[in-house]
């Protein structure tokens, strides 16, 4: 359970004794395609006065943990972990994208941790002084998973093609054409978003379309 300033809250939106938690900072889910600029623009909403968290690297924290290193280890063996004693995600995600099971048994693995941090984070950012504009939570696979029932809006962030493709290969990102069929396709993205940016353009340009989304959320 996430701690708040003066009770625990479950993720029901209760606390403890069954009274309802009160959010007033809107909460926003953040999406996009492989390459279209998820983090990117998830540092441009920070700049702008919004508390952000990545779910990517809330996971990346967590292989960090003895509870998760323990179980990928007997999962699936030595070669998941590094020289060093880290995860080697590199490992994970072949492991991870071979089978269907593979993939759900690290998600029922991990998902539910996540959520935590997730819930934990939500409840800090009430009680932020100042309050920030938004939390925003930056989220993959937002509307593959279902997520996006528990934002008060959200936004997809587009770019041409060619940009994504040199992005994502830039970055190197393990079995790309595997996270990709996973993904909905950008258009599908941008029908079921609240909001949609583009990311194309300048940092600059990116920036002005998140002020002006973060300007309608806080005047709804």
């Known amino acids: 359970m996430a701690a708040s300033p003066e009770k ?3 993720h029901d939106g209760r606390t403890e004794d069954g009274a309802a938690v009160v959010f007033s900072v809107p909460f926003v889910g953040l999406t996009g395609g492989l390459g279209s600029g998820k983090s990117t623009a998830l540092a441009a909403l920070g700049r702008l006065g919004a508390a952000t968290i990545s779910t ?28 060093d004693g880290a995860a080697d995600r590199g490992a994970i995600a072949r492991h991870v994208f071979a089978t269907p099971a593979e993939r759900e ?37 937002l509307f593959e998973a ?23 290969a830039a970055r190197g ?4 054409d595997e996270r990709a069929a996973r993904q909905l396709t950008q258009d599908e993205k941008a029908q079921r978003a609240t909001f949609v940016v583009r990311n194309d353009g300048t940092e600059a340009d990116l920036e002005a379309a998140l002020s002006s989304v973060l300007g309608k959320l806080t005047s709804a």
């Open 146 to 168: 279902g997520m996006d029932r528990m934002y008060d809006a959200t936004i997809a962030v587009v770019a041409d093609e060619d940009v994504r493709a040199a992005r994502a």
């Open 8 to 10: 625990d809250a479950s």
């Open 105 to 141: 048994w690290l998600e029922q693995l991990l998902w539910p941790l996540v959520g935590e941090r997730v819930w934990a984070f939500r409840v800090e950012q009430e009680s932020a002084v100042p309050a920030p504009k938004a939390a925003v939570v930056e989220t993959p696979l």
């Open 56 to 83: 990517d690297a809330v996971v990346h924290e967590l292989y960090g943990s003895t509870r998760v290193l323990d179980a990928v280890r007997e999962r699936w063996g030595d070669d998941v972990i590094g020289a």
């Open 173 to 176: 990102h393990e079995a790309v």
